[in-house]
């Protein structure tokens, strides 16, 4: 059997991210099993760690299945070969190190959204499916609590594939284990500021400018600038209060910014004339400007 020789699913993950609609990842339950304070790491089992290896990787992107979410925090615990879950459970099987936190760890997202760890195949407990527990948090505190499933499990019909919604997935193995792909979407906008160009001057103090043209009729240019690297929003607000869209909401770094607004809503449909407001906020600024958008 050669590196990747056997294709025990059919299906080629590869297959899979070709063939996606950018539907989100579905949640699925907690569980009783999670814990605090994982440690950072991406290899979870000891190498003596009884059970078949796996390898699973991903990457984590915004809702438009493309924009890279880095640094988002992926949390992944899950029971050992025997289906025994460590620091609930006295695990009378594996564990060679007696690691409190075995078969749990936390991994960054890299600069293109991707992880990546190495771990035993989760064993079966009170009938369920093998299955990894995922807890993805994104820079922005947004939270996504899922679980994987395999293809190949027996305990995995049409029906429970039904029901998991993208959260089955294919597995290929070769002498060394198992490989699986498990990318996750999350409910996050696109963060498009400083797709104009590069970041100019750091300001003295973090401040947004009027958009230039305004009026505007097809598209405005908003500049602002943060004197200290942190979160910033901004969007777009009708001036009854309702929220239109996000032109920004991410980790920046300081300094000055140039985004665009087309006057289209979050749903893509161009809105109404009018007068608008930007509101921007940042660690201890906010500020708003009026725009009046013409069709
Ligand atoms: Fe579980």
Not at 188 to 209: A, D, I, K, R
Not at 211 to 227: A, D, H, K
Request: glycine share 12%.
């Amino acid at each position: 059997m050669g590196l990747f020789g056997t294709v025990t699913a059919g299906v080629s993950p590869v297959s899979i991210l070709k063939g996606r609609d950018c539907d989100l990842t579905n949640e699925d339950i907690l569980g009783p099993y999670w814990e605090e304070n994982h440690p950072y790491r991406s290899v979870l089992a000891h190498q003596n760690e009884p059970g078949t290896r796996i390898f699973i990787s991903g990457i984590v992107t915004a809702n438009d299945c493309d924009t890279p979410i880095q640094n988002a925090i992926v949390d992944v615990w899950h029971a050992n070969d025997s289906g025994c879950y460590t620091i609930f459970q006295e695990c009378d099987t594996g564990n060679p190190e007696e690691d409190p936190y075995n078969l749990r760890g936390q991994m960054l997202t890299g600069e293109n959204g991707g992880y990546a760890f190495e771990s035993v195949w989760p064993g079966y407990y009170t009938g369920r499916p093998r299955h990894f527990h995922y807890k993805i948090t994104t820079p922005d505190e947004l939270e996504l609590v899922t679980q994987c499933y395999f293809e190949d499990d027996p305990q995995v019909d049409q029906q429970w594939i039904d029901s998991h919604p993208g959260l089955v997935i294919p597995l290929e193995e070769d002498i060394n284990g198992l490989y699986g792909i498990f990318d996750i979407v999350m409910d996050e906008m696109e963060v498009q500021v400083g797709t104009l160009g590069e970041s100019g001057p750091v300001p003295e103090s973090p401040f947004l400018n009027q958009g230039y043209p305004n009026p505007f009729n097809n598209l405005t240019q908003i500049e602002y600038g943060i004197s200290k690297p942190g979160h910033i929003s901004i969007s777009i607000y009708n001036v009854s209060g309702k929220w239109i869209t996000n032109l920004a909401n991410g980790h920046k770094a300081s300094g000055t910014y140039l985004l665009e607004w087309s006057g289209t809503g979050a749903d893509g449909k161009i809105v109404p004339s009018g007068p608008y407001l930007v509101v921007m906020k940042s660690a201890g600024f906010t500020g708003s400007k009026k725009m009046l958008f013409l069709k």
